[in-house]
């Protein structure tokens, strides 16, 4: 069974970095591509990044291009999202998610795990 947790939400204000861990454990890591999600209050699930199995192709929603970057170390089974010049529409829950043999997909449902999400509060 896999399981993603996810760490480093916080609250901070508009123009500041954070760093978003999902930790990744129960399958070879490296067979699943792996997904940023987030969902803000009052509003559905937002599609953010993503990235394939091994890191060689990556997907951006066009709100974050340029300032988030996803990434993974399939030896340390981690992936990461580095948001820079945070806004506050960019508050919400970021959720983890795998996708098995998947391709760096923004289609939420072709991912099979998701984590628990941490909160990301931008005050601006």
């Known amino acids: 069974q896999v399981q993603l947790v996810e760490s480093g939400g916080g609250l901070l204000q508009a123009g500041g970095a954070l760093r978003l861990s999902c930790a990744f454990s129960g399958r070879a890591f490296s067979t699943f591509a792996m997904g940023w999600f987030r969902r803000a209050p009052g509003k559905g699930r937002e599609f953010v990044a993503a990235?394939?199995?091994?890191?060689?192709?990556?997907n951006y929603a066009d709100s974050v291009k340029g300032r988030f970057t996803i990434s993974r170390d399939n030896a340390k089974n981690t992936v990461w999202l580095q948001m820079n010049s945070l806004k506050p529409e960019d508050t919400a829950v970021y959720y983890c998610a795998a996708d098995r043999w998947g391709d760096a997909t923004m289609e939420s449902g072709r991912y099979n795990y998701w984590g628990q999400g941490t909160q990301v509060t931008v005050s601006s």
């Open positions: 990235i394939n199995m091994r890191g060689a192709r990556t």
